[in-house]
């Protein structure tokens, strides 16, 4: 009988078990493709966002200044790192919305990279200059490379950082007038080449297949270019009859290159100081266009399909946007979606553009083709967008 017994409660007993637990709920679980974050400036929040419903899925607190904040991603789109103005290094666990690792790098910092391989996460820095290479998974330093210049040993403001292929970064100096290549791909004993460039970079780019990195230049006309795949040859000036230094042009706010607008072999950048767009044959790097725009740009990002480019403004003309068509070269939109629309991003397939209005406290989200307005989200004072779909793409 105790055998019988014992045989019985052995075949039930589990059963049981099984059924129990499916009667429990399931766990939430989905993926990060469609994730995002909206810097909130004023408050040292982000809010995480989704792209397929439009909505808020969470916000996360206590990132110190992100007066002048970016966010690079981990290859998996799990984790979010934000670089602070204040020198913070924040990891985010965008599933769980916690702050998995912050590190006080700097004492003032503007931005970073992420490595090819998604192991290093390397910020730049205005103060004490220099670029600093992290752990991605720990954050704990692993490489340190200053940016001092002259026979003094000055430091130098670190502008521009991309992530190259092979564990490679490119950045430019902006009191050393200069562009450097810094190889991690042994971070502890890392190896940084040094290139003559022109007078004050302000910003730069890397084109999304890494082979050109090209600073925007604030002290000079023209632009600096090196090509990463003959570095030997040095940098050279492309746009010569372009830039500020010619004529003193007043600048309300300096232009981003990072947006990086490619379309039919041809790159749209923003002018400085100037209600211009530069159209650029890719083959030749010889100007071929200026598009007429409302103000002085500040953003110039294309659509992911390349068929559109979209613009944002300086002060104090920041309330509008326009759009351009590639095939004519022509604007063909101008509308006024609110009050200091300060950054655009694309959701990845470009159906639909988020739009932050840092003085109407929301972000608007616009269809791409109708360019009628979709939704609009809460947000304090919020700055830049960025989503998860930036893992995938160089420079980004």
Same mark, same amino acid.
């Given at each position: 009988?105790?055998?019988? +017994?014992?045989? /019985?409660?052995?075949? !039930? +007993?589990?059963?049981?078990?099984?059924?129990?637990? *499916?009667t429990a709920p399931a766990p939430s679980v989905r993926g990060t493709g469609d994730l995002g974050v909206i810097i909130e400036r004023a408050s040292g929040q982000i809010q995480v966002v989704e792209t397929s419903g439009r909505s808020r899925v969470a916000q996360v607190s206590g990132l110190g200044d992100l007066s002048h904040a970016s966010v690079v991603f981990s290859r998996d789109g799990r984790y979010a790192?934000?670089?602070?103005?204040?020198?913070?290094? !924040?990891?985010?666990?965008? /599933?769980?919305?916690?702050?998995?690792?912050?590190?006080?790098?700097?004492?003032?910092? $503007?931005g970073g990279a992420i490595s090819q391989d998604g192991r290093l996460v390397v910020a730049q820095n205005y103060e004490p200059g220099g670029i600093k290479a992290f752990d991605a998974e720990t954050l704990e330093l692993v490489a340190d490379v200053p940016a001092s210049y002259?026979?003094?040993?000055?430091?130098?403001?670190?502008?521009? +950082?991309?992530?190259?292929?092979? &564990?490679?970064?490119?950045?430019? @100096?902006?009191?050393? &007038?200069?562009?450097?290549? !810094?190889? /991690? *791909?042994?971070?502890?004993?890392?190896?940084?080449?040094?290139?003559?460039?022109?007078?004050?970079?302000?910003?730069?780019?890397? !084109?999304?297949?890494?082979?050109?990195? $090209?600073?925007? /230049?604030?002290?000079?006309?023209? @632009? *600096?270019?090196l090509d990463l795949w003959r570095p030997e040859q040095g940098v050279r000036t492309i746009l010569p009859g372009y830039g500020r230094g010619e004529q003193a042009l007043p600048v309300y706010k300096m232009p981003h290159l990072r947006g990086w607008a490619v379309a039919g072999g041809?790159?749209?950048?923003?002018?400085?100081?100037?209600?211009?767009?530069?159209?650029?044959?890719?083959?030749?790097?010889?100007?071929?266009?200026? $598009?007429?725009?409302?103000?002085?740009?500040?953003?110039?990002?294309?659509?992911?399909?390349?068929?559109e480019v979209w613009v944002n403004f300086a002060f104090?003309?920041?309330?509008?946007?326009?759009?351009?068509?590639?095939?004519?070269?022509?604007? $063909?939109?101008t509308f006024q979606p609110g009050r200091a629309i300060l950054h655009l991003e694309f959701t990845p397939r470009g159906e639909a553009v988020w739009v932050s209005a840092r003085d109407d406290d929301k972000v608007l989200i616009y269809d791409t083709r109708s360019r009628q307005k979709l939704a609009e989200l809460p947000a304090a004072s919020p700055s830049g967008i960025f989503f998860t779909s930036r893992a995938f793409r160089t420079g980004f």
């Open positions: 009988m105790f055998r019988r +017994l014992m045989t /019985l409660v052995q075949v !039930t +007993l589990p059963a049981l078990l099984v059924a129990a637990c *499916s790192y934000v670089f602070g103005r204040d020198g913070g290094l !924040t990891k985010v666990d965008l /599933l769980t919305a916690t702050i998995a690792r912050r590190v006080m790098q700097a004492g003032n910092s $503007i002259g026979t003094e040993g000055k430091a130098s403001k670190v502008v521009g +950082l991309a992530d190259l292929p092979g &564990n490679r970064f490119a950045y430019a @100096l902006f009191d050393a &007038n200069e562009i450097r290549v !810094t190889d /991690l *791909s042994d971070p502890r004993h890392p190896k940084t080449e040094r290139y003559p460039a022109g007078k004050q970079p302000y910003d730069a780019l890397v !084109t999304p297949d890494g082979r050109y990195f $090209i600073a925007g /230049l604030f002290g000079e006309d023209g @632009l *600096s270019m041809r790159a749209y950048l923003p002018a400085i100081g100037r209600h211009e767009v530069l159209v650029v044959d890719l083959a030749t790097w010889q100007e071929v266009a200026r $598009i007429p725009v409302k103000s002085q740009p500040v953003f110039v990002m294309a659509r992911p399909d390349g068929r104090p003309d920041n309330g509008w946007m326009q759009v351009i068509d590639t095939m004519t070269n022509r604007s $063909i939109d």
